[in-house]
């Protein structure tokens, strides 16, 4: 082999270890940050009041949720949720479950499997909003499926902040679901690796003066302030 090939083949190898070292720098870092954001409390002072509002935060390990009663005092949520706008409109629903996250990624990966590369980077460079509202008949509790109580006017702040992302009837575009009781909803706001689906289920609790972690990139950031 000539010295020349060498020594591209060289400079080659070098680079690509460099660069692996790189990504794996970053990737830590990430971690770490992740980490650490989930740990820093938002409203450290909050407690579980004795009466109020019980609501759920779900969670399937990747995404998580806010399940809520359909109707209350409070807020009666058919009015921006029908189920005339599901395939199974009939079934006696009590709750509804809604989050918030990247278009693509919610329309096009029913499964994580389904999910690219080249459409998790597009995302998290900035994507639109979408909410995802699934509706419940009676969701039993579990370790993914977590109750909190919150105070009557915790509640009516949750409502608030969750109804920022609902777009008035004349520009609302809905999408089908994932089965025949849940329902996409176009919404307002870009998703980036700073304001993730996990990060918006965290910023509505604290909007309510709920406990949680400052930056909750992942699930799990969320789901440990939560108690079992």
Avoid at 138 to 156: F, L, M, Q, T, V
Avoid at 176 to 195: C, E, S
Wanted: glycine share 8%; net charge neutral.
């Amino acid at each position: 082999m000539a010295p020349k090939t060498q020594s591209a083949l060289k400079a080659i190898g070098t680079a690509l270890r460099w660069s692996a070292l790189t990504a794996l720098g970053v990737t830590m870092l990430f971690l770490l940050a992740a980490w650490m954001g989930s740990t820093i409390p938002r409203n450290p002072d909050w407690q579980e009041p004795a009466d109020g509002v019980d609501i759920m935060v779900e969670t399937n390990g990747v995404h998580t949720a806010i399940v809520m009663p359909l109707i209350t005092q409070q807020k009666d949520w058919r009015q921006d949720f029908p189920a005339s706008d599901l395939q199974r409109p009939g079934a006696p629903y009590t709750h509804v479950s809604v989050s918030w996250g990247e278009r693509d990624i919610f329309l096009n990966t029913p499964e994580w499997q389904d999910l690219r590369l080249t459409t998790a980077l597009n995302a998290l460079s900035g994507g639109e909003g979408l909410l995802h509202v699934a509706h419940y008949v009676r969701p039993a509790p579990g370790p993914d499926n977590r109750i909190i109580r919150i105070s009557e006017a915790e509640y009516r702040l949750l409502v608030r902040h969750v109804e920022r992302q609902i777009r008035p009837d004349a520009m609302r575009v809905v999408h089908p679901g994932y089965a025949d009781y849940d329902v996409f909803y176009d919404a307002p706001g870009t998703y980036h690796i700073g304001n993730s689906c996990n990060q918006w289920t965290s910023d509505t609790l604290a909007a309510a003066g709920i406990r949680v972690g400052l930056w909750t990139p992942f699930a799990g950031g969320i789901m440990k302030w939560v108690p079992r």
